[in-house]
């Protein structure tokens, strides 16, 4: 008898340890190629949207701890009401185009189980609602006409199934994940499938979920059938509402959220403002990772006039700079206080964010830059503006200078270009030294 409760404990500790094994194993068989034309991109939308929008709910989670009545309302009642009837994924596609991103990464499944695709998996899906129509494929051909890259987010998390199965619905219980329900697992590997095959070569695809054991069983479905597809998370590093301190070795992805929340929320959301976005924006750009920027659509299917707010002023600002964030990539220096770096890939060309507040239209300040030297070549230029003219003030020479100093150089710049009619524009200054050289190789 004590030999048999000997070998049932390290039965049970043997499962113990290849759970917890499974469920830490990250599979990355993304190419390095695509790694690197995924790193290119550099700024991408994210999109939550699901049935429970209706309510101005958390995507999702409160299922979670529901009653059966919640839950049979969640599941019963709430496609028989959605109606996103203003949705127009041409717009969506335009308004990330314009405001610079490359690339849109929409939820098919949150971990609700509710399917914003056509799928024969199960009947809660978009298509069993009064809408009726694939949102999906929409957004597919709307972005494949913007020219951005197609990226899905998916969930092996599926609490509708667990309801239907009578299975507790649960993040980390075992019975709840991939790697101990059987079931569950053949589920959205099908669902994966049909994903991957039913739109086309897909570009990216985000797994998200508690099970690591699941997303690395759907990363191979991705991988199988479409080898070139960039599988970020559940496959490279994509912290949540945070920005690693420095550069990391491998490609990564920080997501962030507008306002405080991923779905739409219409009461008590605070959101960022354009100039919060557009610093994190180069701080996570100047490290060398991707920025993927997320907006939750209303339950009509249009982004709250908050929202696109924050998104034409982040166009505005990329309008005038975009240049920046072609073909470059991280310079030796990172940053210097107030100032981030961006270098061209082939020409000798630096790009320095200065982040200032307060600075009036008309104001010159000066700034010291200890990691780059001039050379009698140099060019300085401020981005969006020719340097010769100040509006109304036909005296004043607003041109960038530079000068070299023994532990670098110094910089004087003018905010000479105006923006708005108050002439209030908060948002960073882009300055472009051409033939610039590092104060390291200028004393070698």
């Keep these: 008898m004590e030999n048999l409760k000997k070998t049932i404990i390290i039965i049970i500790l043997a499962s113990i340890i290849q759970f917890s094994y499974a469920q830490n194993q990250i599979l990355n068989l993304n190419k390095p190629e695509r790694e690197q034309w995924f790193t290119e991109l550099g700024f991408g939308m994210f999109i939550h949207w699901s049935l429970d929008v209706q309510l101005g709910m958390v995507i999702s989670h409160s299922m979670v701890g529901a009653s059966d009545e919640y839950l049979d309302r969640y599941i019963n009642e709430l496609p028989k009401s959605f109606n996103p ?14 405001a610079g991103m490359k690339y849109l990464v929409f939820t ?6 509710f399917c914003m695709y056509d799928t024969k998996s199960t009947d809660f899906n978009i298509m069993k609602t009064p809408y009726g129509k694939d949102i999906t494929k929409m957004i597919v051909n709307a972005c494949r006409k913007e020219g951005l890259a197609v990226g899905f987010y998916f969930s092996p998390d599926d609490f509708h199934f667990l309801y239907k199965q009578s299975v507790l619905i649960s993040r980390k219980r075992p019975e709840a994940l991939a790697i101990q329900n059987a079931g569950l697992n053949a589920y959205v590997k099908e669902q994966m499938k049909e994903l991957m095959t039913q739109y086309g070569k897909i570009d990216i695809v985000f797994i998200d979920g508690a099970d690591q054991f699941g997303k690395t069983e759907l990363a191979k479905v991705c991988w199988d059938i479409n080898p070139e597809v960039v599988v970020t998370r559940g496959a490279i590093q994509t912290p949540e509402q945070k920005t690693p301190d420095s550069s990391l070795p491998s490609p990564w992805e920080s997501c962030y959220t507008l306002g405080d929340q991923w779905q739409y929320r219409p009461t008590n959301e605070k959101y960022k403002t354009a100039k919060t976005t557009i610093t994190k924006l180069i701080e996570i750009r100047a490290k060398g990772g991707n920025f993927l920027l997320n907006f939750g659509p209303d339950a009509d299917g249009q982004f709250p006039p ?7 002023e982040i166009s505005l600002w990329m309008f005038m700079n975009k240049e920046a964030f072609e073909q470059t990539a991280p310079h030796q220096t990172t940053r210097e206080g107030d100032i981030w770096f961006l270098k061209h890939k082939e020409k000798q060309t630096v790009y320095a964010f200065i982040i200032e507040d307060n600075w009036k239209l008309g104001e010159r300040r000066t700034f010291q830059i200890r990691s780059l030297q001039a050379t009698d070549s140099t060019k300085i230029t401020v981005l969006g503006h020719n340097g010769k003219v100040l509006e109304y003030n036909p005296e004043a020479d607003p041109a ?14 003018m905010r000479a270009q105006r923006i708005y009619n108050d002439r ?4 960073p200054i882009v300055v472009k030294f051409e033939r610039i ?6 004393n070698k």
């Design 306 to 312: 908050e929202q696109l707010g924050v998104l034409n």
């Design 437 to 442: 050289e590092s104060s390291e190789a200028k």
């Design 424 to 427: 209030q524009w908060s948002n």
């Design 400 to 413: 960038p200078t530079i000068t070299n100093k023994n532990d670098g150089m110094e910089i004087s710049v």
């Design 85 to 98: 009837q203003y949705f127009n994924a041409e717009i969506w596609a335009r308004v990330a185009k314009m």
């Design 108 to 113: 098919t499944k949150h971990h609700n189980g």
